[in-house]
């Protein structure tokens, strides 16, 4: 039986697939299909991993559309998702501190201590889903 992790889609939009960039998550292939552009993978734009490690590889249809080519094992892909997802979680922190000094948002106690999930799962939970 595969993990429900494998369902859910990781981008990272940067150059270099160790440096975390803009950090996307998605319910499935299709909804990061969706959002994709066939031009951003063509060119280099980014990585795409499943949220359970493997590596997607996708392409431009014969209609102009991105679709799946191959997904792949990754030795490397469970801890870049994890620094990918920690990378975005640190940023919504930062701007909930700032929004919380403002009073506009209610920090919670493990926020108030800096604290991040250390799981695919907790960090997923507490980045959200960009679709």
Excluded at 21 to 41: C, H, K, N, T, Y
Excluded at 55 to 72: F, I, K
Excluded at 101 to 114: C, D, P, W
């Amino acid at each position: 039986m595969t993990s429900w992790l494998a369902d859910i889609v990781v981008v990272n939009e940067s150059s270099e697939e160790q440096t975390p960039g803009d950090v996307s998550v998605f319910r499935s292939i299709g909804g990061a299909m969706q959002w994709l552009e066939p031009w951003w993978f063509a060119e280099g734009h980014g990585t795409i991993l499943t949220a359970s490690g493997e590596r997607l590889s996708m392409r431009e249809s014969p209609r102009g559309y991105v679709e799946l080519d191959r997904c792949e094992p990754d030795a490397e892909g469970e801890r870049l998702v994890r620094e990918w997802l920690h990378h975005k979680a640190k940023a919504i922190l930062q701007v909930r501190r700032e929004r919380a000094v403002k009073g506009r948002a209610i920090l919670a106690s493990h926020e108030k201590s800096g604290l991040l999930p250390s799981t695919v799962e907790g960090l997923i939970a507490y980045v959200g889903f960009d679709d």
